[in-house]
């Protein structure tokens, strides 16, 4: 297991526990710390590196590495970290804050589960699996102060529960935000019979009850933080845990196909922040040519174009009464080929009337990087609360959207403080709205200034614009079925001879059928992968058609067919004559489809020979040389002879000289008879 800092931290009966990329968190005090080493254990030992030699146990718990470095611990239900008392972590004032920050799995078989506690009641978080949420429970003056998260918790998501006391008010934060008004009650003492019980991670202190999942960090303060510290430590906490450095912002998105020319209305108001939008359509070939056309200068403009139900089905209502199968084939697949067929690439499904269960997730997550449904509520029209409505770059398939239609119960106050919260924590707000208008009368409306306030809103806060299609599961790839297909193949031989067999090997991809047309007038086939025989000869045409449910592709190829015949060898070479050293490129010219070419240059020494079709030689001493070329196939052979001729240099001058006729006489004139040498 690799190495790494996972520790917890005290100072004057403060502890945190939490990676080590937190160690310059704005809380740390300037004093010495009191650590332990999650990661460098000894046995079951957890080493506390400050001196004090208040060691840890760990039963069990295992570390991993997350995708930034930092390190985490597994629990498998029967494991726990105990992190004993001492003298640096004794409280003697009912100021407190602690927490965990966590994600749990579906195997958590009881009906709860602790995450964090102090003793059997001084202080504990637990999860309540019966309702999905988070309880807490702080012992104050013999009082029991008990409450829970107003939010729903779902099961392998990462969440951070902070709980802080200040004497008269506990208070349960989850991911940075208030959850809830809180529980009201005036101590002075906390839990002063049990100051000397350890803290236990990972289950009760009896062993029973405990996590299935992972724990990045626990935290102890023997002071209350502030609203805005808390939401800083989980802004702190999420970045360590996250390898993404995206920006927050917002992904809007539009609602059913009649609001197509609506939102085209607008799409300069759009363009004025810079926003792009998803535009989840159904059905489009059935509307009117200019809404059509809409639609490509919204995709054009940067729109995602996705999904919304072919007939905008209710899914559950439908599937009560038909096959899986049956829905996939009438509202998903035909849906998916419009689409595609305009040029929109598919990535998202947005579930009309948001009607959904874990059943048609699975069923439509071969399909759709993303898909999105409402939030079960927005709490305390507080969208912040909301915890499901916020991407938080995690491949998380499901995305819940809030609502912003005038009449839908969400405040556009609510909204904004959503938005600042995504931009603070690098996360994105899910948005999507209906119809937009200038005054609005009905519900599933959004009005102008509405609108405008949110895309000015997100914009002058420094947050970006996504696409649903952005989000989502980051490891999807888009099945072959609704991918643009490409046919291609090969043949050989080629040339072939009459009567022989053709090899045809298919390499085309994405392609659920294929047809090829050999070009001879036999039957076609249905696969690409097959030998063919053509029995006279001449030029044939090969046509693979290869297609799918969104495209089609074909490829030519032609395909000579000969009589067997030996070769007839021929060549060319681009010199015939030339000075020392003379390079020679030779082209092969022979007929009758040779299947094998042998060359001798005629000079002496290593390469001197080749078997290449179209080879070069170098020549290094002068003098005429015969070149042979042979040629040969199954039916025989044949060669072809030439001369090339090299000179050597001569002169001062480099030039070639001639040789030149010249004589002299010892007389030139005289009687017969007349010597002359």
């Known amino acids: 297991m690799i190495s790494h800092k996972f520790k917890p931290y005290s100072k004057y009966g403060l502890v945190l526990i939490f990676m080590l990329s937190m160690v310059s968190t704005a809380y740390a005090d300037a004093n010495q710390l009191v650590y332990y080493n999650w990661c460098e254990d000894t046995g079951n030992t957890i080493v506390d ?6 060691n840890g146990i760990n039963y069990g718990s295992t570390t991993f590495i997350l995708p930034t470095g930092q390190t985490a611990r597994h629990f498998n239900g029967q494991n726990r970290v105990i992190i004993p008392e001492n003298k640096q972590l004794t409280f003697t004032d009912p100021h407190i804050t602690f927490g965990v920050f966590f994600c749990y799995n579906y195997i958590n078989p009881t009906n709860c589960t ?3 506690s102090k003793g059997n009641d001084t202080c504990r978080i637990s999860i309540d699996h019966i309702n999905s949420t988070i309880k807490h429970e702080i012992y104050a003056d013999g009082q029991t102060i008990s409450g829970h998260s107003d939010c729903q918790i779902e099961p ?14 506990a208070q349960l934060y989850i991911n940075g935000i208030a959850s809830g008004k809180g529980v009201d009650y005036t101590a002075t003492t906390l839990g002063l019979s049990n100051n000397a019980d350890s803290w236990t991670i990972g289950s009760s202190p009896g062993a029973e009850n405990g996590l299935n999942g992972d724990i990045y960090a626990f935290y102890e303060y023997n002071r209350t933080l502030n609203s ?5 430590l989980y802004v702190n906490d999420l970045h360590s845990i996250r390898a993404s450095d995206r920006p927050g912002g917002i992904a809007l998105s539009w609602d059913d196909a009649g609001n197509i ?3 085209y209305q607008y799409l300069s108001m759009f363009q004025k922040y810079n926003a792009t939008c998803t ?7 059935h509307r009117p040519q200019h809404v059509i056309d809409e639609l490509g200068k919204l995709h054009s403009a940067g729109w995602e174009i996705s999904t919304h139900g072919y007939n905008h089905e209710n899914a559950i209502i439908y599937l009560n009464n038909n096959t899986p199968q049956g829905w996939l084939d009438q509202e998903i697949f035909p849906n998916i080929v419009e689409l595609t067929r305009y040029g929109y690439p598919v990535y998202t499904h947005a579930y009309p009337n948001s009607a959904r269960n874990r059943d048609t997730d699975a069923l439509l997550s071969p399909y759709f990087r993303t898909l999105r449904t409402i939030t079960p509520d927005v709490l305390n029209d507080n969208v912040n609360e909301t915890l499901l409505a916020y991407y938080e770059w995690d491949d998380d398939r499901l995305l819940y ?10 405040s556009l106050q609510s909204i904004e ?4 919260y995504a931009i603070k924590t690098g996360t994105v707000l899910v948005l999507f709205g209906h119809e937009i208008t200038p005054v609005v009368t009905r519900s599933y409306q959004t009005s102008e200034s509405r609108l405008d306030s949110i895309l000015n809103y997100t914009s002058q806060h420094g947050g970006v614009f996504y696409n649903m299609g952005d989000l989502g599961n980051s490891s999807w790839v888009r099945p072959a079925r609704f991918s643009d297909v490409t046919a291609k193949f090969t043949v050989s031989p080629n040339p072939v001879y009459a009567g022989e067999s053709v090899i045809f090997e298919d390499h085309s991809i994405n392609q659920t059928t294929e047809l090829l047309d050999f070009g001879d007038g036999s039957p076609v086939s249905s696969t690409a992968n097959i030998a063919h025989t053509y029995t006279n000869p001449g030029t044939y045409t090969a046509n693979l058609t290869v297609a799918n449910d969104v495209s089609s592709h074909s490829m030519l190829q032609t395909i000579t067919v000969i009589l067997p015949s030996a070769p007839v060898a021929n060549f060319t070479s681009n010199i015939t004559s030339g000075n020392v050293p003379l390079t020679v490129q030779f082209s092969d010219t022979s007929t009758g489809y040779p299947t094998a070419w042998n060359w001798d240059f005629g000079d002496i020494g290593d390469g001197n020979t080749s078997t290449s079709q179209n080879p070069r030689h170098t020549y290094s001493v002068a003098g005429n040389y015969t070149v042979t070329l042979k040629v040969s196939n199954v039916n025989g052979m044949d060669e072809k002879t030439a001369v090339i001729t090299v000179l050597q240099e001569q002169g001062g001058n480099g030039s070639n000289v001639l040789p030149e006729a010249d004589f002299s006489t010892s007389v030139t004139g005289g009687y017969a008879p007349l010597s002359v040498t």
């Open 49 to 54: 590196n400050s001196g004090y030699g208040n």
């Open 114 to 116: 602790y995450l964090v």
């Open 156 to 169: 392998n998501e990462d969440y951070e529960a902070i709980v802080t006391y200040d004497g008269s008010h």
């Open 228 to 232: 805005s510290e808390v939401l800083d």
């Open 261 to 263: 020319h609506n939102c």
């Open 279 to 285: 535009m989840n359509a159904n059905k489009v070939s």
């Open 401 to 410: 959207g809030v609502e912003i239609d005038d009449q839908s119960g969400t």
């Open 417 to 420: 403080y959503g938005i600042d």
